[in-house]
């Protein structure tokens, strides 16, 4: 008799469009897998949620929601509530990885490297440089880059972006580390690949991660090899110190300005990376020969082994 998969996508987030593009092609990959396929698309009624998934009565829950209540630890709480096993990340690191300030704290107390910040309030921020300047500002609780702003010197718009911001109390300031954008996905204990990104952009934001041309992927990146294989430990140290579970995406900043090989700093961990075939990790398990349907399949198995 085949598994029962419950997908749930959609969700009420800023990046619900990105869910619904993950969830669609989730299932259908799925579905090539072998399984039975229920879809759940996610709305703000949690009651309609709870009520799909208790008629579903699925035998695991593919997470596919992306952002605020998805991978934030909530939906992780009611799922846990209902006693379903489920893909990704539990409670705890979903929450701590999607809480910026917190990820920090826990990567710092892991040793790993990541740029000089502070918190700061929209007030604080109107009032002065919360840093040397060139330095990035972003929302603590936001993920897909939403909201991130870089300053550099001679830029007159702190102010105004204090004044208009529309995030929760706290904002992450951050240094800023020139560079390349470097990513890795973790696959359960194995660091898949180095890929980096190059965008066109100043930073990787929310419209190099999706619009179609938004940003080049260069598989494996061109890096010293002591670069990617300290990308690949930082990856996979950050995935074990935060305790992720599945697949994760670790996103690196790699300062070779001085030459090579330069100094990795750790960004963040992605505990719902996108999971459209041309998303960042599916691309890098296609690398070391994981297809997609077979990809979507280890992580239903791992999230039922690991209930």
């Given at each position: 008799?085949?598994?029962?998969?419950?997908?749930?996508?959609?969700?009420?987030?800023?990046?619900?469009?990105?869910?619904?593009?993950?969830?669609?092609?989730?299932?259908?990959?799925?579905?090539?897998?072998?399984?039975?396929?229920?879809?759940?698309?996610?709305?703000?009624?949690?009651?309609?949620?709870?009520?799909?998934?208790?008629?579903?009565?699925?035998?695991?829950?593919?997470?596919?929601?992306?952002?605020?209540?998805?991978?934030?630890?909530?939906?992780?709480g009611?799922?846990?509530?209902?006693?379903?096993?489920?893909?990704?990340?539990?409670?705890?690191?979903?929450?701590?990885?999607?809480?910026?300030?917190?990820?920090?704290?826990?990567?710092?107390?892991?040793g790993?490297?990541?740029?000089?910040?502070?918190?700061?309030?929209?007030?604080?921020?109107?009032?002065a440089d919360?840093?040397?300047?060139?330095?990035?500002?972003?929302?603590?609780?936001?993920?897909?880059?939403?909201?991130?702003?870089?300053?550099?010197?001679?830029?007159?718009?702190?102010?105004?972006?204090?004044?208009?911001?529309?995030?929760?109390?706290?904002?992450m300031?951050?240094a800023?580390?020139p560079?390349?954008?470097?990513?890795?996905?973790v696959?359960?204990?194995?660091?898949?690949?180095?890929?980096?990104?190059?965008?066109?952009?100043?930073?990787?934001?929310?419209?190099?991660?999706?619009?179609?041309?938004?940003?080049?992927?260069?598989?494996?990146?061109?890096?010293?090899?002591?670069?990617?294989?300290?990308?690949?430990?930082?990856?996979?140290?950050?995935?074990?110190?935060?305790?992720?579970?599945?697949?994760?995406?670790?996103?690196l900043?790699?300062?070779?300005?001085a030459g090579?090989?330069?100094?990795l700093?750790?960004?963040?961990?992605?505990t719902q990376?996108?999971?459209?075939?041309?998303?960042?990790?599916?691309?890098?398990?296609?690398?070391?020969?994981?297809?997609?349907?077979?990809?979507?399949?280890?992580?239903?198995?791992?999230?039922?082994?690991?209930?």
């Amino acid at each position: 008799m085949s598994m029962r998969v419950a997908v749930l996508f959609g969700g009420v987030s800023a990046e619900r469009e990105v869910s619904l593009a993950t969830g669609g092609q989730v299932m259908a990959a799925l579905r090539a897998a072998g399984f039975e396929v229920a879809p759940i698309e996610v709305g703000a009624d949690l009651g309609a949620v709870i009520g799909a998934l208790q008629a579903a009565g699925p035998d695991v829950v593919f997470n596919a929601l992306h952002g605020r209540y998805g991978e934030d630890g909530c939906i992780q709480g009611v799922l846990d509530w209902m006693g379903l096993p489920y893909t990704h990340s539990g409670v705890r690191a979903s929450a701590v990885a999607m809480d910026k300030s917190a990820a920090k704290a826990v990567f710092l107390a892991a040793g790993l490297p990541v740029a000089e910040s502070r918190l700061v309030t929209p007030e604080e921020l109107e009032a002065a440089d919360p840093l040397p300047l060139p330095y990035v500002v972003k929302p603590v609780n936001e993920g897909s880059s939403v909201g991130v702003e870089i300053f550099r010197d001679g830029d007159n718009r702190r102010a105004n972006v204090a004044r208009a911001w529309k995030f929760d109390r706290r904002i992450m300031a951050e240094a800023f580390i020139p560079g390349r954008e470097l990513t890795v996905a973790v696959m359960g204990d194995r660091a898949l690949e180095v890929t980096e990104i190059d965008t066109g952009h100043v930073f990787y934001d929310y419209e190099a991660k999706y619009a179609d041309g938004g940003s080049r992927h260069t598989l494996p990146a061109p890096v010293h090899p002591e670069t990617r294989a300290k990308a690949m430990e930082i990856a996979l140290r950050a995935h074990q110190a935060l305790g992720c579970r599945g697949v994760s995406r670790a996103d690196l900043r790699y300062d070779d300005t001085a030459g090579e090989p330069g100094r990795l700093f750790l960004l963040e961990v992605n505990t719902q990376p996108g999971m459209t075939r041309t998303s960042l990790v599916p691309e890098q398990a296609a690398h070391v020969g994981i297809g997609f349907p077979e990809l979507c399949a280890w992580m239903v198995r791992e999230a039922r082994h690991g209930a």
